[in-house]
């Protein structure tokens, strides 16, 4: 059997396309951020001289 509907239009292609976008957008938000990871500023460097962290988080068992 084959499909008796007609083929849209470019125009009418393009206007179901964007109103499909627009739903989309409606339910999930916006999918893609602003800006990709290279477009943005590179974060400092973490000082990982300091053993802090290490202590705070050091299970009892290792003792002091």
């Given at each position: 059997?084959?499909?008796?509907?007609?083929?849209?239009?470019?125009?009418?292609?393009?206007?179901r396309a964007a109103?499909?976008?627009r739903r989309l957008?409606?339910?999930?938000?916006?999918?893609?951020?602003?800006?990709?990871?290279?477009?943005?500023?590179?974060?400092?460097?973490?000082?990982?001289?300091?053993?802090?962290?290490?202590?705070?988080?050091?299970?009892?068992?290792?003792?002091?």
């Amino acid at each position: 059997m084959t499909d008796q509907t007609p083929e849209p239009t470019g125009g009418e292609d393009a206007a179901r396309a964007a109103a499909r976008r627009r739903r989309l957008a409606e339910v999930f938000g916006e999918v893609l951020p602003d800006t990709t990871t290279d477009e943005r500023p590179t974060p400092a460097p973490i000082d990982s001289s300091d053993d802090s962290w290490y202590q705070e988080n050091r299970p009892p068992h290792h003792g002091t």
